[in-house]
């Protein structure tokens, strides 16, 4: 069974600072990898989508990493603003392409 | 409006009740999938649709019964809600397995 863990579960930053969130996986056998952010009483915006096959995507501030070998991933916030404050959720796809598997998310704070 | 769409936003029902969650989406999404959240799980998929009249089961299928006759609508129905079924639920769509997921705004359920 898929499980997927991100850390740090929380952090706490001052406004400007770089910063990366991680997410392991234990099953390498994935399609792809998505970036969510989950704002407080809110659903799931997408953020970026890795495939299998590339080793990073980018999106403005964002870029995100995938070594499918090792199961990482991890998501690069540049300059960091307090509108950036949320939660981060990375989920794999198996390669079935029906089940995606969350991990429990990074809980962000950027101080101003 | 475009996008995808789940009513009520709130719900609270008396345990025994039957009670359906709807989910819309204007994109003609070929895959959609119900989700519930909550603290100390995540996020875990329940049942999930290929096509219309393709579903399956996910991870946690018991006391629940999707059905998906017209591509852009697809219910979850609790036949006979418990306590244990107080969650937020999440709808979700995708076009295909190599393409980004979107999720719905969600429906937080209070079974009393």
């Known amino acids: 069974k898929q499980e997927v863990t991100q850390i740090p579960a929380a952090l706490s930053v001052p406004e400007g600072e770089n910063l990366v969130l991680n997410c392991s996986f234990t099953?390498?056998?994935?399609?792809?990898l998505q970036w969510f952010r989950q704002d407080p009483g809110k659903g799931l915006t997408s953020l970026l989508l890795i495939q299998s096959s590339q080793r990073e995507q980018t999106s403005g501030r964002l870029n995100a990493s995938l070594d499918k070998s090792s199961g990482r991933s991890t998501l690069y916030i540049a300059a960091s603003q307090p509108g950036d404050s949320a939660t981060y959720l990375c989920?794999?796809?198996?390669?079935?392409?029906?089940?995606?598997?969350f991990g429990g998310g990074t809980r962000l704070m950027v101080k101003p | 409006d475009a996008g995808i769409t789940q009513s009520p936003r709130y719900k609270i029902t008396e345990t025994g009740r039957q009670v359906t969650l709807m989910c819309h989406q204007t994109?003609?999404?070929?895959?959609m999938f119900w989700y519930r959240q909550d603290l100390g799980h995540g996020l875990r998929l329940i049942y999930y649709?290929?096509?219309?009249?393709?579903?399956d089961k996910g991870e946690v299928p018991d006391g629940y019964v999707v059905s998906r006759s017209k591509t852009e609508n697809f219910p979850l129905t609790l036949e006979s809600a418990t306590r244990s079924q107080t969650s937020v639920y999440f709808c979700?769509?995708?076009?295909?397995?190599?393409?980004?997921?979107?999720f719905g705004q969600g429906t937080r359920l209070t079974v009393v």
């Open positions: 989920a794999v796809l198996n390669n079935a392409g029906n089940m995606l598997t």
């Open positions: 979700a769509s995708r076009q295909g397995i190599n393409t980004e997921a979107f």
């Open positions: 099953d390498s056998a994935i399609y792809n």
């Open positions: 994109w003609s999404h070929s895959y």
């Open positions: 649709s290929a096509a219309a009249d393709i579903t």
